[in-house]
């Protein structure tokens, strides 16, 4: 084998090595809390995953048998998946740049405000129809369920370093003044005009904040919190897979001048 194909080849290895990372945190997303209840932008980061992996594994493939046709398919595929997760990458950021969260004087958990987070977001949790089915699925869900097992009293409670959806969804607005039962059940607010959300909220374990601004709001901050910590890993993926490209395109304009050598040589004999 040529030494253009035997890089060729190594490098394809390096890309199948850097498809896992990224399917792996596809798979991580879509199971943590908000996300589960979630469709929008579910599988993104495994699709792109497993398409480098079978690009990579055609580039591996057409390098190790000297299949030229293959690797310039190769080529082209790998181009357009960097474009994507190039693509993928700005989107992220420009939609998770703004926080709607804020801090609460004597707490440990942080409140949030949908007007703080980007107007993209926003649309998807206001508009289209879907809060009523993530309202159906958080409700079935253990996501409040798990803080009257973690929390006995208040003084617990209150430096707890909640969830943003559990902040959101679990709970009233501090503003209204409730007073604390249990960490889902909260009696007699002594400002009820603080929020709109407190004339919302609900003892009804089934209801909760369910139907609050604050909810979508902590929801909208538990997607920006996880998108957040994959951009990291985009960044570093897109990095390894532009290098990787690079060497791969040297190795077949390398594949190719010793190809025509050849058959120079051969004609020249």
């Known amino acids: 084998m040529a030494l253009s194909n035997n890089i060729t080849s190594l490098v394809n290895f390096i890309a199948i090595l850097c498809s896992i990372p990224i399917i792996v945190t596809g798979v991580w997303l879509s199971s943590k809390q908000g996300y589960e209840c979630v469709s929008l932008a579910r599988w993104p980061l495994t699709i792109l995953g497993l398409l480098l992996l079978l690009v990579s594994l055609a580039g591996f493939v057409g390098a190790f048998w000297n299949r030229q046709s293959l690797l310039a398919l190769y080529l082209f595929s790998m181009a357009l998946l960097i474009v994507l997760l190039l693509v993928l990458l700005v989107f992220a950021f420009a939609v998770t740049r703004p926080d709607g969260g804020f801090d609460v004087p004597g707490r440990g958990f942080r409140e949030y405000r949908l007007g703080g987070f980007s107007a993209w977001l926003r649309n998807y949790v206001e508009k289209g ?37 559990q902040s959101g969804c679990c709970k009233p607005p501090t503003a209204c003044g409730y007073n604390y039962v249990n960490p889902t059940m909260w009696i007699n607010p002594a400002n009820p005009g603080a929020d709109p959300d407190c004339y919302v909220w609900n ?26 910590k994959v951009n990291v890993i985009l960044i570093i993926s897109v990095i390894v897979l532009i290098w990787v490209y690079i060497i791969a395109c040297s190795a077949f304009k390398n594949a190719q001048t010793e190809d025509l050598f050849r058959r120079y040589k051969h004609e020249f004999v």
Request: aromatic share 10%; proline share 3%; net charge positive.
């Open 129 to 165: 129809g879907h809060w009523e089915g993530i309202v159906s699925c958080l409700s079935r869900s253990s996501v409040c369920r798990r803080l009257s097992a973690g929390y006995v009293t208040p003084d617990q409670f209150f430096v707890a370093h909640l969830s943003p959806i």
């Open 203 to 228: 003892n009804d374990q089934s209801a909760l904040c369910y139907g609050c601004q604050s909810c979508k709001a902590g929801l909208l901050g538990n997607l920006r919190k996880e998108w957040r």
